[in-house]
């Protein structure tokens, strides 16, 4: 594989790659479970609640918030044992 002639040359090498380490992949156990898993992490995270937040009428029911993201908040964070 010293000259590619084009893209689809590329694609060709990388699928047959593929499909020879494919023989070689293992199952993940228990992957027959996993929307079983998803199903009740949704039916959890979903859960309805009474709402006690202003503006809302009282025994309205409304969905859980979204939770916060953290991801602009790595700075904030310090680990154990740096000192800072």
């Not at 009740?40 to 503006?55: A, V």
């Not at 969905?63 to 993201?69: E, I, L, M, S, W």
Request: hydrophobic share 35%; glycine share 10%.
């Amino acid at each position: 594989m010293k000259r590619w002639k084009n893209g689809k040359m590329v694609q060709r090498w990388v699928a047959a790659g593929l499909l020879e380490a494919e023989s070689r992949f293992r199952r993940i156990k228990g992957y027959r479970d996993m929307v079983l898993l998803k199903n009740e992490i949704r039916r959890l995270t979903t859960k309805k609640m009474i709402c006690t937040q202003k503006g809302v009428k009282s025994g309205q029911i409304q969905r859980n918030p979204t939770p916060r993201k953290l991801h602009g908040d790595r700075d904030k964070f310090v680990e154990a044992g740096t000192g800072f």
